[in-house]
């Protein structure tokens, strides 16, 4: 170290006094501390920078955008060129489609699907939108309005369900959602609500008596064939024009079995609705929507046969379930040839679909005949119960299907 410094000055040479050495290696030490520091700080502020930028980053992808605040900051320091360069951030998007609603037809499976849509949801994180209003169909201008406006507020990706008569949108100036839904042979959805409105199920025979609470044991325990052949309330147009307006819609024409309601119901049907299954072909139902609708729908027959999910129908079954005789079933079908013309048209929809997109089929398509309806058979899928209008939405563990 001496010899370092020799050649600058003779001087250099004298001994170099203790309490000069000692300040000299303070004053060295102190220029040595202030780099160190310097370096440390430096690496905090680099790393926090980058921590800062990483999560602003992941903000902005998941947002579609940048953040508001930053925005906001930048334009009210005046020289923001974001808007300017680049427009307003992209909005979020979501696989179509994003606002799905269900209005789901009473004692056509209903509950089994919202069970399903239960798991679904939690699986696929979208939102199921459940309504408590069981009892109200139709419903006035004003509450349509209303409750468009609240569905149409819902944070998509969404599934609403209720059961309701088909609500139109587009007429409100609002985005239409896009519909599904399953209906069921006519004859079979109403002997399936005519005995559990009696008699209940195998979850247990009293559960009627909190349903119907004001019917007398007369009308309880009236026969079928009579209630069809002596042409009851009951049995008689209009409480058989069922299926029909909930896809025809809000309009008092709706409720009035006729051409027009029909023609209309089918219009929507091809209009607004994604898909409209059969019950008698549930498990095709589940196929095709998982096609159509994946981030929905994916795994949705895994859990339909799991034993699990089996085990909840084995108590619903409606019991004291019989089959009218052959000349109830022909009075009562005739009642209802509107309704199975709607049938017969979705039956054949749902067939062409599954055709385009190459579905072989899982379920066995029942045989229907023009000539008459010879008996009922069990064949439809075991859905679960559930409340509906009137406290009549039960669902059955095994259902009837009608055979023209």
Excluded at 33 to 46: D, E, I, K, N, T
Aim: aromatic fraction near 12%.
């Amino acid at each position: 170290m001496m010899k370092t410094f020799s050649s600058s000055s003779p001087q250099c040479s004298r001994p170099i006094p203790n309490h000069s050495r000692h300040q000299s290696h303070k004053k060295y030490g102190a220029h040595l501390a202030v780099p160190l520091r310097c370096s440390l700080r430096g690496y905090g502020f680099c790393m926090a920078a980058l921590l800062v930028f990483c999560l602003g980053s992941l903000f902005v992808q998941l947002n579609g955008g940048p953040p508001r605040i930053l925005l906001d900051i930048r334009q009210y320091l005046g020289h923001s060129t974001y808007l300017e360069e680049h427009g307003p951030p992209p909005p979020r998007t979501f696989p179509f489609p994003g606002q799905v609603v269900y209005n789901r037809v009473g004692k056509c499976g209903s509950r089994t699907v919202v069970i399903l849509l239960r798991s679904l949801a939690e699986k696929h994180q979208f939102n199921l939108v459940s309504s408590d209003v069981h009892n109200r169909t139709r419903i006035t201008i004003q509450e349509q309005m209303g409750l468009m406006n609240n569905i149409s507020n819902i944070p998509p990706p969404f599934l609403y369900e209720r059961h309701i008569h088909f609500l139109n949108f587009s007429r409100a100036g609002l985005d239409q959602p896009v519909y599904i839904n399953i209906i069921r042979d006519p004859i079979s959805r109403f002997l399936s609500n005519y005995f559990f409105r009696r008699f209940g199920d195998w979850k247990g025979e009293q559960s009627h008596l909190i349903r119907t609470p004001g019917m007398k044991d007369d009308e309880r325990y009236l026969d079928i064939n009579v209630c069809i052949l002596e042409n009851y309330p009951e049995c008689s147009n209009p409480k058989v024009f069922y299926i029909i307006p909930y896809f025809c819609g809000q309009h008092p024409q709706c409720r009035e079995p006729g051409v027009w309601a029909l023609e209309k119901a089918k219009q929507h049907v091809v209009e607004n609705y994604l898909l409209v299954g059969i019950l008698e072909e549930l498990e095709d139902v589940f196929l095709i929507l998982e096609r159509l609708i994946p981030h929905y729908f994916t795994g949705v027959l895994g859990i339909y046969k799991s034993a699990n999910f089996k085990k909840m129908g084995n108590m619903t079954g409606t019991v004291r379930k019989h089959t009218p005789t052959l000349e109830a079933l022909q009075v009562l079908y005739q009642r209802m040839h509107f309704e199975y013309e709607f049938y017969n048209f979705v039956r054949d929809q749902f067939h062409l679909m599954k055709k385009k997109i190459g579905l072989k089929s899982v379920s066995q398509p029942p045989a229907y005949s023009p000539t008459f309806l010879r008996e009922l058979a069990l064949r439809t899928p075991e859905p679960l119960d559930e409340d509906q209008e009137l406290g009549m939405d039960m669902e059955d563990a095994k259902s009837w299907l009608a055979q023209p």
